[in-house]
């Protein structure tokens, strides 16, 4: 089945404890990207990768790192958490190209203490 | 810089009866992409429908139309039949489609729709 995976689904930590959310596609998407879903916000893009090795930053990267070894693998990690990241994470992908939708994932819901 | 605007926070439909969903975008690129996604209380995004900016019809797809009027900059939604199941949020977005920001996907904060039986 074509989907698009993260792990954690949910998550609840403290302040300064470096974690990371896991997002894999198996579809063969060159492109692959991180929002963050606020109420009343929408969805913000966090970081996108055009392809392996390419990564740039979205509207609100500050505080989050990510990183594109693999096609299939695109990882956020949030080195020092602090509450006012608590967010609902979505991970999508797509293929490269005009018109293509976005495959997103089921989230990931993290609270920092 | 590129912005979404989606001005009905909610909106109230009667099944059976159609609804249009406003959006409207700002952009200075001359090639984009506009998408409308659903997102029922379950949380998952759905992707609903497309519509280029080059594209010379107004999108559809199956109950979901996108009236698209460029000289406006508006992409409004329109669900026809709307049924209980319609019920969730809707979201618009909008990317260049060339360039070195294409991957820059932005959304607009989202119109709460509530079908009622």
């Known amino acids: 089945e074509a989907q698009v995976t993260q792990n954690p689904r949910y998550l609840i930590t403290v302040t300064g404890k470096k974690l990371t959310v896991t997002c894999s596609q198996n579809?063969?998407?060159?492109?692959m990207s991180w929002y963050r879903q606020d109420p009343g916000l929408g969805l913000r893009q966090i970081y996108y990768?055009?392809?392996?090795?390419?990564?740039d930053k979205g509207d609100v990267p500050e505080g989050y790192k990510v990183s594109r070894k693999e096609k299939r693998n695109f990882p956020l990690i949030l080195e020092s958490p602090s509450p006012n990241q608590t967010s609902l994470y979505f991970c999508a992908s797509s293929s490269n190209g005009i018109a293509y939708e976005q495959f997103f994932g089921p989230g990931t819901r993290l609270t920092v203490l | 810089a590129q912005k979404i605007t989606q001005t009905q926070p909610g909106m109230f439909v009667q099944e059976k009866e159609a609804v249009t969903l406003d959006c409207t975008y700002d952009?200075?690129?001359?090639?984009?992409?506009l998408f409308w996604y659903k997102q029922p209380s379950s949380g998952e995004m759905i992707f609903l429908i497309y519509?280029?900016?080059?594209?010379?019809q107004n999108a559809t797809e199956g109950r979901y139309s996108l009236n698209f009027q460029k000289a406006r900059k508006s992409a409004n939604l329109v669900i026809s039949a709307s049924q209980l199941g319609d019920s969730a949020m809707y979201f618009c977005a909008m990317k260049p489609l060339y360039g070195g920001s294409q991957g820059n996907l932005i959304f607009g904060k989202g119109t709460k729709l509530s079908v009622k039986p």
């Open positions: 519509q280029g900016s080059y594209d010379q």
């Open positions: 952009t200075s690129d001359p090639s984009y992409g």
């Open positions: 990768s055009m392809n392996v090795e390419v990564t």
């Open positions: 579809m063969n998407h060159e492109y």
